[in-house]
């Protein structure tokens, strides 16, 4: 007997709530304090490219109804650089605007039509633009920090991570306002050298392992880490059989040996798409991560 449609869905809602609270969190403090609903607006589709880049880029920015200056976060959306879009984290971007940060929630080009390191390209160029635009929007440039899922996860963490050493990647969009204040990395492919070629990562990079190793080496962010990085807030699927857990325990590990500040937020029983649909807590933990990061940066700490 087959199950009608509206009941596996409810079948599937319920499973995936029970997953909720199934995780455990490491280097995280004692309590999470909560915060009030802050009102915000969105302005949709800012070009945030110049006028002479190959694909013109749009992004929607959130700006909370607050005075003063704002944190910010730089938003970017997963697909394993080859699909979606922006649309895929504007639960995330409101959520976090109703905390009281400015967003920025960005596209950026796609594989095989463009291969690394435009996408990098892209995202450096998002955080030139919030720079920029800090004093009209009244964002806080002390503390903008960078939050993706997926290939945005390592998007935003390569591009974090090769600001603060001296990577060649730097040149010629990089440099100290591409280094975050934060990063918040989910489900992140860490070290692209261990999934041998798979067919997203060989049109992403241009070619097979064997044909580029130094470009594969240079495209992980886990090469890429020095005492310098920003804080790290990671999280993850227990159960990710795309993007096994054991990319984000690798760079907690090298956070670790380099003594930067990291958190890790393991999702149980969860795969890699279930641990975005599921992600409340882990954007709580997050959210509250990026607060406390951002005082600091403000602070001058």
Known sequence: MSIPFRYRVTIMLLMLSSLWGCATHSGAPASTPDHPHTDFRMLDDIAYTPEDWPQTLYADLYLP?????HATVLL????????RSRKDMAWIARDLASRGFAVMNVDYRFAPE???PAQLHDVQMAMHWLHRHSSEYGLDRSAISAF???SGAHLVSLMALVASSDSPLNDPYGGDATRPTAVVAG?????????DSGRLIKQFLGGEQQEIPDIYRQASPVTHVTP??????LFHGGMDMLVPFSQAKRLQQTLNANSV???????????????FLTAGQAVDRAADFLRRHSLSAD???
């Open 65 to 69: 109804e607050t005075n003063g200056k």
């Open 76 to 83: 970017v959306h997963g697909g394993g650089w080859e699909r």
């Open 114 to 116: 463009h291969t690394f």
């Open 148 to 150: 993706g899922f997926s």
């Open 187 to 195: 489900g992140i492919p860490a070290d692209l050298e261990a999934f």
């Open 228 to 233: 310098s990085a920003p804080p790290f807030f």
């Open 261 to 275: 500040d990291n958190e890790l937020y393991r999702m149980h029983l969860r795969g890699h798409l279930t641990s």
């Open 299 to 301: 602070s001058g700490s």
